[in-house]
């Protein structure tokens, strides 16, 4: 859903992502900064609980905006490579594992139903760019879907921060981590009938590989 904004959002980081690039600073060394620093705010905020949801999530925002200025400055700065798209796609998993794996880690003790939506948001979740992958490897376009993963973290991130600031009862939380596990499950099953679809209406495409070895996409 929010992937449609990206146009407009790369036009938003082209100043900045310049403004790095003339400081002779890498894409790669923003995608790791941004990991590291979404992982910190994870790990060093989240266990607190309380208020210190909120400033952990203000805390990872400005991580996450920092690592999608990567992209930005690869393209204007003509750095775009494989080692580059490698680094974003790893790292990403990287990133949302220690949301969403310390989010069901504090709330294993509060509220075991949270914790779960938690769990399987981070558990499906991390089947969406994978099926995009294999589909992508077989020459299937499945760059759609419900759910990609800046609607996760938006979502997610927005019901941690209020909650944390008393703003959403718990229930709100709960409701939001489970309907993005939903949505990640549609969005997975939308790719895998691209796939299936692709296989029905060319049988040709769909013979035996004879043991080829298939190339597998970054996301």
């Not at 989240?46 to 690592?67: A, M, S």
């Not at 760059?143 to 959403?168: C, H, K, M, P, T």
């Amino acid at each position: 859903m929010l992937g449609r904004l990206r146009p407009y959002m790369a036009a938003l980081w082209q100043a900045p992502a310049r403004f790095l690039l003339s400081k002779g600073i890498h894409p790669n060394v923003m995608t790791v900064l941004g990991t590291v620093g979404v992982v910190m705010g994870a790990v060093l905020f989240f266990p607190h609980g309380g208020i210190w949801l909120f400033w952990g999530t203000l805390f990872i925002t400005f991580f996450v905006v920092t690592d999608m200025l990567d992209g930005t400055m690869a393209r204007l700065g003509g750095k775009s490579s494989r080692l580059g798209a490698f680094l974003d796609s790893t790292l990403d998993r990287v990133a949302d594992a220690a949301i969403f794996g310390t989010l069901t880690w504090v709330f294993i003790d509060v509220s075991r139903v949270t914790a779960l939506g938690a769990l399987l948001c981070l558990a499906i979740g991390s089947l969406v760019p994978y099926a995009r992958a294999k589909a992508e490897g077989m020459g299937v376009a499945a760059n759609f879907g419900l759910a990609e993963r800046s609607d996760r973290l938006v979502i997610s991130l927005v019901a941690v921060g209020f909650y944390g600031l008393g703003l959403f009862p718990l229930w709100v939380l709960t409701a939001a981590l489970w309907i993005l596990t939903i949505l990640a499950a549609i969005t997975v099953g939308q790719r895998i009938w691209a796939v299936v679809r692709q296989a029905r209406q060319h049988p040709e495409w769909n013979a035996r590989l004879d043991g080829q070895p298939q190339p597998y996409p970054h996301e």
